[in-house]
């Protein structure tokens, strides 16, 4: 219970931006409290009762969308879901003066975006919590709901080989924050100018060390591969990238997680992906819906783990 109190009083009225202000232990007992929440509901409490929270989507989702949706309505909260295209962000008011009139009807913002500067500048001016949805640099809800994961499918943390195979976008920054700060060994295979920025390496180099981690950049998916106990990809084109980019996927076909990656792997490794997933390309049929895929129970822990962050971003 010390470390779920710690956290209470760390996220309760707290903007979450990204996972800079959580320690190691705090994203611990943040997923022990998401397990047991998928384990045994929320027992009647409705901390969100006679909340609204907006949920502001620039970019399409899926999963984070419903996730958060329905994690709201278990809390007992209404959600109003805002895109662009119904608010004045789509004629061009800025986001600060979005935040100021928002926060005036508003309990919280839940906001998927580009830059996460514009997310700053958006909380910055914002009275209520604001939670990043995504940004082109951060995902770290996705990367709590990876770490819950892993934490069902293997049981610690401290001594696995975490593999990302693909582009160093801003699922891998999030689940380089996550892993590094829980002690994982990690490894980052990506195609010579696709790497994670300098500064979330940097970062994250000093999380490993802290935690008594490890990781390593490196362009040889089979090298990051070999002897992983969690191989992870994700889309090798994100949401708003370039038509350049999209003209030259054959720099990631040596990405592929597929069987032959899978055997250099160890035995009972499990593979990860955030979804959606462009079959054929990043990953293979038969390894998506194999038995070392953990993608299912990965995508269902988005709701869990974000109910429990918005619990205790809204009071127990």
């Not at 209470?8 to 611990?28: H, T, V, W, Y």
Request: net charge negative.
């Amino acid at each position: 219970m010390e470390g779920l109190e710690v956290i209470k009083n760390k996220l309760k009225g707290a903007n979450f931006l990204d996972l800079a202000l959580l320690s190691g232990a705090d994203i611990e007992a943040l997923l022990s409290e998401a397990v047991r929440i998928k384990t045994e509901g929320v027992k009647g409490r409705k901390p969100l009762s006679g909340k609204v929270i907006g949920m502001i989507f620039e970019k399409p989702s899926t999963r984070t969308r419903v996730s958060f949706d329905v994690a709201i309505h278990r809390l007992g909260g209404h959600s109003l879901i805002l895109t662009d295209r119904e608010l004045q962000l789509g004629r061009g008011e800025s986001v600060e003066d979005t935040g100021r009139v928002l926060s005036r009807y508003l309990d919280g913002l839940i906001v998927r975006t580009f830059g996460q500067e514009r997310l700053e500048a958006l909380a910055s001016a914002s009275s209520v919590p604001v939670v990043n949805a995504l940004t082109d640099m951060s995902h770290p809800c996705q990367a709590l709901a990876d770490m819950m994961t892993i934490l069902e499918y293997k049981g610690t943390f401290r001594g696995l080989k975490l593999a990302y195979v693909g582009d160093g976008n801003n699922v891998a920054n999030s689940l380089m924050r996550a892993s590094t700060k829980l002690g994982l060994v990690v490894s980052v295979s990506t195609p010579a100018g696709h790497e994670p920025p300098t500064s979330v390496v940097d970062e994250c180099v000093t999380y490993a060390r802290d935690s008594g981690g490890s990781l390593d950049v490196g362009t040889d998916p089979r090298q990051g591969a070999s002897g992983a106990d969690i191989l992870y990809t994700d889309v090798w084109v994100s949401m708003g990238e370039t038509e350049e980019k999209k003209a030259n996927l054959d720099r990631f076909n040596a990405y592929q997680v597929n069987e032959s990656l899978l055997e250099i792997a160890n035995d009972d490794v499990m593979v990860m992906h955030c979804l959606p997933a462009h079959r054929g390309e990043e990953i293979t049929d038969d390894v998506l819906d194999g038995s070392h895929s953990a993608v299912w129970d990965q995508a269902e822990n988005r709701l869990h783990a974000q109910v429990a962050l918005l619990e205790l971003i809204f009071g127990l």
